[in-house]
């Protein structure tokens, strides 16, 4: 990243990741790789950065206006001070996922 390369994190296959789970990609990132990005970089990574990638970082990948909102809410089952921290240490659960800003669990 810092010569200029977009990382991104993703998942198109059961066969490297059997619940195609971006987090669990993230948090296995975050406890393999030496040196270590990040939790914002690797938020980034699976969200604006891999939209990017995709060509499409100008409708999805961020919470911004004219853009659709994807969002996956999650709880961590107890209160939080940093939530990407959260996020990829807690047991967590996703309770709502949002395509297009229309739920669809």
Same mark, same amino acid.
């Given at each position: 990243?810092?010569?200029? %390369?977009?990382?991104? +994190?993703? $998942?198109?296959?059961?066969?490297?990741?059997?619940?195609?789970? !971006? !987090?669990?990609?993230? =948090?296995?990132?975050?406890? /393999?790789?030496?040196? =270590?990005?990040?939790?914002?970089? !690797? +938020?980034?990574?699976? $969200?604006?950065?891999?939209?990017?990638?995709?060509?499409? /970082?100008?409708?999805?990948?961020?919470?911004?206006?004219?853009? @659709?909102?994807?969002?996956?809410? @999650?709880?961590?089952?107890?209160?939080?001070?940093?939530? %990407?921290?959260? +996020?990829?240490? !807690?047991?967590?659960?996703?309770?709502?996922?949002?395509?297009?800003?229309? =739920?669809?669990?």
């Amino acid at each position: 990243r810092n010569a200029g %390369v977009r990382v991104v +994190l993703g $998942t198109d296959s059961a066969a490297s990741n059997a619940d195609l789970s !971006l !987090l669990d990609e993230a =948090r296995h990132i975050r406890a /393999h790789v030496a040196v =270590r990005p990040a939790d914002d970089d !690797l +938020l980034r990574m699976v $969200t604006l950065d891999a939209a990017a990638a995709l060509g499409l /970082h100008e409708i999805i990948g961020s919470l911004d206006a004219g853009k @659709f909102a994807d969002i996956a809410a @999650f709880s961590c089952g107890q209160p939080v001070e940093n939530p %990407v921290d959260a +996020l990829l240490t !807690l047991p967590y659960r996703c309770v709502g996922t949002w395509v297009a800003g229309n =739920r669809v669990i």
